[in-house]
């Protein structure tokens, strides 16, 4: 099943899944997944063009100021933003693209376009997430709990903003990744086609 000509936004805090969730309803669903650019320097398991394209900031005001951005945000002290030529070119030729952004971002694009569907991924308590930033151990104690600090605030700021579509809680992984293939292609039935 493929869901043709949505945007899908996929936000979530920091250490609850949402890199993952997203690659595998990529892998299940088809589509494209949006590449955002960002001043944020490459962690040791980045890959430049894949995970993000890797920019300093005067190339990010440019794009910003150049109007090449759908949407921007500053998350942990860095520059994030989604290339708009590549989402408008995937919609315009009815595919599915993915983007997996914060909530700032998201509540820009909903403000914007029509029909963007978004999902938000919680963990199955404040504790569970916790622990898995220590597990990922990409970051030090500082950053971890600067981390958590803000995943707090971005999951309070993700119920009140009133702009997601539904909340998925990743206690299983599996279940998690079902549960957001079923949203999407419920969401979208009048536009799926078998292939
Ligand atoms: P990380 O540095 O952990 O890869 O990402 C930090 C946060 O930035 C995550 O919540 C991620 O979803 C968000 N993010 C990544 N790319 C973009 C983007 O293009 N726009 C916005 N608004 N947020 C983004």
Redesign the pocket.
């Known amino acids: 099943m493929t869901a043709s000509g949505l945007l899908l936004i996929i936000?979530g805090?920091?250490g609850v899944g949402?890199t993952t969730i997203t690659r595998r309803v990529h892998q299940q669903l088809g589509g494209m997944l949006s590449v955002?650019?960002?001043t944020?320097p490459p962690t040791r398991t980045d890959t430049e063009g894949v995970?993000?394209q890797f920019i300093d900031e005067d190339k990010f005001n440019q794009m910003r100021d150049g109007d090449e951005l759908l949407?921007?945000?500053e998350?942990?002290g860095?520059a994030?933003?989604?290339p708009r030529k590549p989402v408008l070119d995937a919609i315009s030729q009815g595919k599915l693209m993915i983007?997996?952004?914060?909530v700032?971002?998201a509540i820009q694009i909903k403000s914007k376009t029509n029909g963007a569907f978004a999902l938000f991924v919680l963990p199955p308590d404040e504790q569970v997430l916790l622990k898995r930033l220590h597990n990922r151990a990409r970051e030090d104690e500082n950053a971890i709990q600067g981390r958590f600090k803000k995943a707090k605030a971005e999951m309070a700021r993700a119920r009140s903003c009133g702009i997601y579509d539904a909340f998925i809680v990743n206690k299983d992984l599996d279940q998690a990744v079902d549960q957001a293939i079923h949203l999407v292609q419920s969401r979208c039935k009048a536009t799926c086609t078998k292939q």
């Open positions: 936000s805090p920091s949402k955002s650019v960002t944020r995970d993000y949407e921007y945000a998350v942990f860095h994030y933003g989604t983007l997996e952004i914060d700032e971002g």
